[in-house]
């Protein structure tokens, strides 16, 4: 079976008219590019991480988790490289926006920094340098890139 949809992180299979299965992998990526490298088991723990946020935020907002027991998957899924990392969801309509907790002066955060101008509305001093470490931690909004899954 091949995914609908191979991301940075995470593949998605389309198994019923009602339901996906996304896979997540060992794979890394940073600046949005993926990494030649995996670290073993990565995609267990941030499908796991997932999960737990997911099930205690049920109550709060209801979310597209079906099930993740491998038990419960279409039978393709049912083997050992996929126990743990992958998860039944419904079919929805995806909202476009992430957050990204940043610790380091990077990317857009350090050309907005450089040119003195606010990023995600905090105004960060000049004198930050590329890489530097932050002095706490921030959560920022991002957008996130929409593909049509239906023609790939």
């Known amino acids: 079976m091949k995914p609908i949809y191979s991301g940075k992180v995470r593949e998605i299979y389309d198994v019923s008219d009602r339901h996906l299965v996304i896979v997540t992998t060992d794979?890394?990526?940073?600046?949005?590019?993926?990494l030649p490298v995996t670290v073993k088991d990565k995609g267990i723990v941030l499908n796991k991480l997932s999960n737990f946020w997911f099930g205690r935020t049920r109550g709060i907002v209801p979310n597209h988790i079906v099930d993740d027991r491998i038990e419960a998957m279409p039978p393709f899924f049912r083997n050992e490289s996929f126990r743990d990392r992958t998860v039944l969801v419904e079919k929805l309509?995806?909202?476009?926006?992430?957050?990204?907790?940043?610790?380091?002066v990077f990317g857009s955060?350090?050309?907005?920094?450089?040119?003195?101008?606010?990023?995600?509305?905090?105004?960060?001093?000049?004198?930050?340098?590329?890489?530097?470490?932050?002095?706490?931690?921030?959560?920022?909004?991002?957008l996130k890139k929409i593909r049509d899954m239906t023609r790939m």
């Open 27 to 34: 794979r890394i990526s940073a600046f949005d590019s993926i």
């Open 93 to 104: 309509s995806m909202l476009p926006f992430e957050f990204v907790v940043r610790g380091y």
């Open 109 to 142: 955060m350090w050309k907005a920094c450089s040119d003195g101008e606010p990023f995600c509305g905090i105004v960060f001093p000049r004198d930050y340098k590329l890489a530097q470490k932050l002095e706490q931690p921030i959560l920022t909004p991002a």
